[in-house]
Every structure is written in C-alpha cells, then in structure tokens.
C-alpha cells in the first residue's frame, strides 16, 4: 500500500480535514476521507496531528469532567490494541488486495462489478449509496473509458475520490487514491483519457447544473 500511496497528487484540502477530525463533516464526507486516509499516510499523518492537537484543547477545556482513573482506564486499552490493527481489522486475507479500502469495503462489498450499477447517462453507469441525504448525492460513478462527465458547475462542494482507472480536468489527472474537490467556482467537464473505465466515489451537496 505505501508504494501506490506515494503516486498520489490530489488530496482534499485542509479545512475538510479538520472538518472530518473534529466530527462536524457529514457522514458522506467522512466516509470519502475516511476511505482517502487508508489509501493516503500523508494525510493519515496530517488528521493524527489534528487528532492530537483537538485532544489537547479539549483537555484544556474539560479537566474537571475526566473522572477518576478514567485516563488509566483509556491508556490501558491503548496499549492492549495491537499496532497490526489496520491490517488484522479485515476479514480478506491481504494477499487478496481489493481496490476498495475498508472504510467503504464496509458499505458496498469488495466487488464493484457486482453492484447494481443503473445507467445515468450514456456512457455513465451510477450506485447510489447508503449514506446519501436529501441535500447530499452520495454515488459510486462508472465512466466509461474515452467518455466524459458534460460539462456542469456546482452549487455545493463536490468531493471525488477515485478508485480505478482515471479522471482528467483541467486541474490535472486523478489516480486511484486521488481527491478531486469542486465548488460553485468551478465548472468542469472531467473526461477518461484512457481506455479502461473510471470508479469513482463521487459527493455532490447540492446537485450538479448541467449545461445542455
Ligand atoms: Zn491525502
């Protein structure tokens, strides 16, 4: 997994992340982050630090609440958790590597093939997944090799991660692992620039507008 994870580019900006440590992003987003962060040490390493630092003020805060030997009590299951925790946590034996990290493994299974794909548009198949609102599209997209995305602007923040094939825009390619992040500043017409179909984990707050 390290050596795939030091290829990637494009990681979500920062205030998602202080967003997604501090427990105020929305489930969809979290579980986009939590899926990046198991594919990305940099950022892993970038939400411990945030981890640390929100830990500290809110001990700060809240001395009085800790009760008795309740800090001995929380240090003692920290030390009985196995440092293999990431990799003894799946079922999968790891030789079987899946292209879909645990986080999201957890939702949707490990097999994207089999999932009940629906056409969206020509040349792009959907999966709504469970964690979607009213407010917030939450979807596995499949763009076929060489297709593209019609050009759209936004009128939320959108969050893609991808986890197979490519994504081209105007910003750059996106490999899996990959975080694309729009808004209503950006329009857009992200395209597949090689043969192989593109899966990505796509966010979308507020619906796309879709010119033509
Ligand atoms: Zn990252």
Redesign the pocket.
């Known amino acids: 997994m390290q050596g795939e994870s030091t290829a990637?580019r494009h990681?979500?900006q920062e205030n998602v992340l202080v967003e997604y440590s501090t427990g105020t992003l929305h489930q969809a987003g979290s579980v986009l982050i939590a899926t990046?962060l198991a594919m990305?040490p940099?950022?892993r390493a970038e939400v411990e630090t945030l981890d640390a630092v929100g830990g500290a003020l809110l001990s700060k805060i809240e001395p009085a609440e800790i009760a008795d030997g309740l800090l001995d009590r929380v240090l003692s299951h920290i030390d009985e958790t196995p440092e293999t925790d990431a990799t003894s946590a799946g079922t999968t034996p790891s030789t079987q590597a899946s292209v879909i990290p645990r986080p999201l493994r957890d939702f949707i299974g490990d097999d994207l093939s089999s999932l009940n794909w629906v056409e969206d548009r020509p040349g792009i198949d959907r999966v709504d997944l469970p964690f979607g609102t009213d407010c917030i599209q939450a979807a596995l997209f499949r763009v076929r090799g060489g297709g593209s995305v019609p050009e759209h602007t936004h009128s939320g923040n959108e969050l893609v991660l991808i986890l197979a094939g490519e994504l081209t825009d105007d910003d750059g390619s996106y490999r899996p692992g990959d975080?694309a992040q729009a808004d209503e500043s950006v329009t857009h017409a992200p395209f597949v620039p090689c043969s192989d179909s593109c899966i990505c984990l796509a966010i979308i707050e507020g619906g796309l507008d879709l010119d033509g």
């Open positions: 990637l990681h979500p990046h990305c940099t950022c975080v």
